[in-house]
């Protein structure tokens, strides 16, 4: 591999800005969600077009050189960032084409969820997106994209219908059920292995401007009954009811009760996505239940429903994550998460336990990449801290959590919410039959495994040997 340390290199054809080390804009373009990445590209390269992207892919092939994609930098593992290597920087591309009479979308690559929204909800449209505004699209939307919306919508990758894809050897092509429909069925949940995806045409629905939703919060010594009741109203629930449950520690905000702040409580996220009338008769139930401490559910700007968490995940704090499908909750199981959820080692840590079901569900197992369909609920166990010294106490935290959960799991995860766990993780995560079909494709459309700094499913050792004999 080209040593880029030292080497300054040309990118022919490259209309954007290229920052370098040393630059005044590196370190801020070069930092990620994830205080713990610290990596130094020895290129960024923020694109305005598909052909920019095509130029830093063909260098980076011809000179052996590491790449990485920066969409929105929000995955845990920093792999938006290379060390000595180029970092495709998406961000200057942020297009955006609605059309409100067939309800679908071009928008490129670089756009936040904050943003998509925004615009989608000028026509009273949305489709399922991140729960965190500052979440790119692209990263959510080839994990596959898990969101409020999911269980009326479907994932992200469900709605998609076209992508726009510069390929490892730099052919800008399309992706879709007629055209290149193996690549199609990859990037749907197969992450960013094969190729940079520089426009999402994305299917849309009628929703908002306002909806029902919000927050409960509860107090911890309520939280097994909470859980119970939950997990039964959520099996139970209409595909409109959105909700995920997060043990975390009360915020010192004004709107807390000043006994509660500091201490751990239960917030249940509720999003109606159908009319708010009818959702205030199913939500009832759950309003009741306690009652909750805190009540602030409410009729609300869908956009403000996907602003709820964002204080709570603030850039730059360190961060170790992991996840797991849930196959049954049952009360041991519910007693074991909270056990564990209730006594967080940091205050910024957020366990979750979210429902899946409804559309997700209703769609084939083989009909893309991603396949964990009939799990009923998904874990993520997000411990967040500032203090490095604090690093090994967080880590631990979460594999204990994790560890005893495993054994009501599914075996599979959601690719996006894992942190830097190995390959036979991400084999787990698919299982090995899809898995082996995913192999499959990444040897036809990126044999050499240039585009490797992800959750990386690699090419076969023939595929490998093929194309790069000296390897």
């Given at each position: 591999?080209?040593?880029?340390?030292?080497?300054?290199?040309?990118?022919?054809?490259?209309?954007?800005?290229?920052?370098?080390?040393?630059?005044?804009?590196?370190?801020?373009?070069?930092?990620?969600?994830?205080?713990?990445?610290?990596?130094?590209?020895?290129?960024?390269?923020?694109?305005?077009?598909?052909?920019?992207?095509?130029?830093?892919?063909?260098?980076?092939?011809?000179?052996?050189?590491?790449?990485?994609?920066?969409?929105?930098?929000?995955?845990?593992?920093?792999?938006?960032?290379?060390?000595?290597?180029?970092?495709?920087?998406?961000?200057?591309?942020?297009?955006?084409?609605?059309?409100?009479?067939?309800?679908?979308?071009?928008?490129?690559?670089?756009?936040?969820?904050?943003?998509?929204?925004?615009?989608?909800?000028?026509?009273?449209?949305?489709?399922?997106?991140?729960?965190?505004?500052?979440?790119?699209?692209?990263?959510?939307?080839?994990?596959?994209?898990?969101?409020?919306?999911?269980?009326?919508?479907?994932?992200?990758?469900?709605?998609?219908?076209?992508?726009?894809?510069?390929?490892?050897?730099?052919?800008?092509?399309?992706?879709?059920?007629?055209?290149?429909?193996?690549?199609?069925?990859?990037?749907?949940?197969?992450?960013?292995?094969?190729?940079?995806?520089?426009?999402?045409?994305?299917?849309?629905?009628?929703?908002?401007?306002?909806?029902?939703?919000?927050?409960?919060?509860?107090?911890?010594?309520?939280?097994?009954?909470?859980?119970?009741?939950?997990?039964?109203?959520?099996?139970?629930?209409?595909?409109?009811?959105?909700?995920?449950?997060?043990?975390?520690?009360?915020?010192?905000?004004?709107?807390?009760?000043?006994?509660?702040?500091?201490?751990?409580?239960?917030?249940?996220?509720?999003?109606?996505?159908?009319?708010?009338?009818?959702?205030?008769?199913?939500?009832?139930?759950?309003?009741?239940?306690?009652?909750?401490?805190?009540?602030?559910?409410?009729?609300?700007?869908?956009?403000?429903?996907?602003?709820?968490?964002?204080?709570?995940?603030?850039?730059?704090?360190?961060?170790?994550?992991?996840?797991?499908f849930v196959a049954e909750l049952p009360d041991e199981a519910v007693d074991t998460f909270v056990e564990h959820a209730t006594k967080p080692v940091s205050p910024m840590s957020q366990m979750l336990i979210l429902a899946d079901g409804g559309a997700i569900a209703r769609v084939d197992e083989d009909a893309a990449a991603f396949g964990q369909r009939t799990a009923p609920f998904d874990t993520h166990f997000l411990s967040m801290w500032a203090d490095p010294a604090d690093t090994e106490l967080n880590i631990a935290y979460v594999r204990?959590?994790?560890?005893?959960?495993?054994?009501?799991?599914?075996?599979?995860?959601?690719?996006?919410?894992?942190?830097?766990?190995?390959?036979?993780?991400?084999?787990?995560?698919?299982?090995?039959?899809?898995?082996?079909?995913?192999?499959?494709?990444?040897?036809?459309?990126?044999?050499?495994?240039?585009?490797?700094?992800?959750?990386?499913?690699?090419?076969?050792?023939?595929?490998?040997?093929?194309?790069?004999?000296?390897?």
């Open positions: 591999m080209a040593d880029v340390r030292t080497t300054e290199f040309e990118l022919p054809g490259f209309t954007g800005e290229l920052i370098h080390p040393g630059d005044a804009t590196y370190d801020e373009a070069r930092a990620v969600f994830n205080a713990m990445i610290d990596r130094k590209p020895a290129l960024i390269a923020r694109c305005t077009n598909a052909d920019d992207v095509a130029a830093a892919v063909n260098v980076a092939r011809e000179q052996d050189i590491a790449l990485s994609v920066y969409g929105g930098g929000h995955g845990v593992t920093g792999s938006a960032v290379v060390d000595a290597g180029i970092c495709i920087d998406l961000r200057g591309m942020k297009g955006m084409d609605i059309d409100p009479q067939a309800r679908t979308v071009r928008a490129e690559a670089g756009l936040t969820w904050g943003e998509f929204d925004a615009a989608t909800q000028e026509h009273g449209l949305a489709v399922t997106g991140g729960r965190v505004t500052t979440t790119g699209i692209s990263g959510l939307a080839l994990g596959s994209g898990s969101g409020w919306l999911q269980r009326k919508f479907g994932y992200t990758c469900d709605n998609l219908v076209q992508a726009e894809v510069v390929t490892a050897d730099g052919r800008k092509v399309i992706a879709s059920e007629d055209e290149n429909p193996d690549l199609f069925w990859g990037l749907r949940g197969g992450g960013g292995n094969f190729g940079v995806v520089t426009a999402f045409h994305l299917r849309l629905h009628p929703l908002g401007p306002i909806v029902l939703g919000g927050m409960l919060m509860y107090p911890a010594p309520m939280a097994a009954d909470l859980t119970r009741f939950w997990r039964d109203f959520m099996l139970a629930a209409p595909d409109e009811v959105g909700s995920g449950m997060a043990f975390i520690t009360a915020p010192p905000e004004e709107f807390v009760p000043e006994p509660v702040r500091g201490q751990p409580v239960v917030g249940v996220v509720l999003c109606y996505a159908g009319d708010p009338d009818e959702g205030e008769q199913v939500l009832r139930p759950l309003r009741e239940f306690g009652p909750p401490g805190m009540d602030m559910v409410d009729r609300m700007p869908y956009v403000a429903v996907q602003q709820l968490i964002d204080a709570s995940s603030p850039k730059g704090l360190l961060n170790y994550w992991s996840a797991d204990a959590i994790a560890t005893a959960m495993k054994p009501w799991t599914t075996g599979r995860a959601y690719l996006n919410f894992l942190g830097d766990e190995g390959l036979d993780r991400v084999e787990a995560a698919f299982g090995p039959e899809k898995f082996a079909k995913l192999q499959a494709l990444k040897d036809k459309w990126d044999p050499r495994n240039l585009f490797r700094h992800n959750q990386n499913i690699p090419p076969s050792a023939d595929a490998l040997a093929a194309a790069d004999p000296a390897s």
